[in-house]
């Protein structure tokens, strides 16, 4: 008995959903970048050769890539460990950690931001407690630092993280573990050699997201990176909302996208070439 329906046309409803709204703002986006001033009307790639060509607008961008590899590690330092704990938890407690590791993606990250604002801030939460203790005498200067900015982030996007890596450890099977402790390997040994590689393709999913997420953080890089801090998403609202130049503006946003998309793509590939995706 032939289907109802061809399995094209059950895809075609999100193809049409992607075209729409996907590809077609992307490629609105790409057609008003290749345009060389403000009033749309002539075309060339001067403002990609205004882009790539002044060592101002490449160091913003290497800025705000390293600030996104920067929060990845971060979120995947404290991540790794808080997920390879969810597993080893009994059903109880793993209820209450699940609901902690998703609490924060049902508050707004504006809320989440301006939450960061108060604990970083001359009289927030962090120097309130050190002088109370008597550990600093001087206020700290943690808001408007990359460093806040980067903690502000991996905390953001620390669910994209744990979520995809909670995921992996649990189809990992315990006999493998086991397996590996009766032949003699230690509990590192394990973990390097069994844990870690089978745990591959959610680590590479979990740094993929929180990397692109980090990149494109509006609302958090401004906020707690404040105007001493540039990066590309504000450099985009600066050229586009104040300079009016849109066509540079769509430039920027390219620039952007294609940069992100060319570290994923990396990424992904040598992530694939890992033992988790071989054997898995």
Known sequence: MKPIFQEWQLALPLGVFFAVFVFMPLAMLGYVSLHQG???????????????????????????????AKTTLLALLIGYPLAYLYTLAPPKLQRVMILLIVLPLLTSAVVRTFAWVVIL?????????????????????LLYTPGGVTVALAQIEMPLMVLPLITALSNIDPNLRQASQVLGAGRWRTFFQVTLPLSMPGLLAGCLLVF??????????????????????????????QAND???????????????LVVVTVANVLGRRSKGFVHA
């Open 121 to 141: 801030g001359r009289q927030g939460i962090i120097n309130t407690l050190l002088q109370s203790y008597g550990w600093i005498e001087a206020p700290l200067k």
């Open 212 to 241: 692109a997420a980090a990149a494109s953080a509006f609302v958090t890089q401004t906020l707690v990176g404040g105007g001493q801090q540039i990066f590309m998403p504000f450099y985009i609202y600066q050229q586009a909302i």
């Open 38 to 68: 403000t009033d749309l009307k002539a075309m060339g790639l001067a403002q990609y050769a205004k882009f790539f060509l002044d060592g101002f607008n490449l160091g913003i961008l290497g800025s705000t890539l390293w600030l996104a």
């Open 246 to 260: 849109y066509p540079f503006a769509a430039t920027i946003a390219m620039a952007l996208l294609v940069s992100v």
